[in-house]
């Protein structure tokens, strides 16, 4: 399981974090460890725990104690993530709640979608890395590399195309794609297709 901050001034949270899992039954609180002496945005805190059968989370409820000074509100949460190894299968559960001492988070799951893109090129090669991100009607996913199906970042040749997945949670319908390269991201406005 993984615990995302916010990118909201860094994220950044010195405290003792906690989580419980809703399913078909709850789990116990299970204590969140970061990596460093501060969670911050740039690196999710992991933990990996043996849970007795309690079907699908649908909820993930989140507490803190102890935090830390310098002005902090509380943590500023971006997405949780849970993955289970005994079947394969992870769940996404997006945030944007700030936990205090005197709050608890009830984050709810959102299902995973997958959206098929087809990149064209036009008339010049291009080795490199390529990312994406997805703008939607509910917010926008993270940056993700193009990949090919060996898990390489394709060579980009001219008049060609690339078709990839991206794996993300619903976040309704796609409005813009940001393509990037080189940290320089180009925006395409999705076009509808005219009514037959």
């Not at 974090?17 to 399913?23: A, D, M, N």
């Not at 949780?80 to 005994?86: D, K």
């Not at 944007?96 to 010049?124: C, E, W």
């Not at 199906?149 to 796609?174: E, H, I, M, Q, Y």
């Amino acid at each position: 399981m993984s615990l995302t901050t916010s990118r909201a001034d860094g994220g950044k949270f010195s405290g003792d974090v906690f989580v419980q899992l809703y399913g078909n039954y709850s789990s116990e609180w299970i204590k969140v460890p970061c990596e460093g002496s501060s969670y911050t945005s740039s690196t999710p805190a992991k933990v990996t725990v043996k849970l007795s059968d309690i079907g699908t989370p649908y909820r993930v409820d989140v507490r803190v104690e102890k935090p830390g000074g310098g002005g902090q509100s509380g943590l500023k949460l971006d997405r949780i993530e849970v993955v289970c190894s005994a079947i394969g299968d992870n769940w996404v559960y997006p945030s944007s709640d700030t936990v205090t001492p005197d709050s608890q988070a009830y984050v709810s799951r959102k299902d995973m979608l997958n959206h098929g893109a087809q990149i064209f090129t036009k008339d010049a090669d291009f080795d490199g890395a390529v990312f994406v991100t997805l703008v939607c009607d509910g917010g926008e996913t993270d940056e993700v590399q193009l990949l090919d199906s060996d898990g390489n970042s394709p060579l980009w040749t001219a008049s060609d195309s690339v078709w990839v997945t991206l794996r993300t949670f619903d976040l309704g319908k796609v409005q813009t794609i940001k393509v990037s390269r080189h940290g320089n991201p180009t925006s395409y406005e999705r076009e509808d297709a005219p009514p037959v």
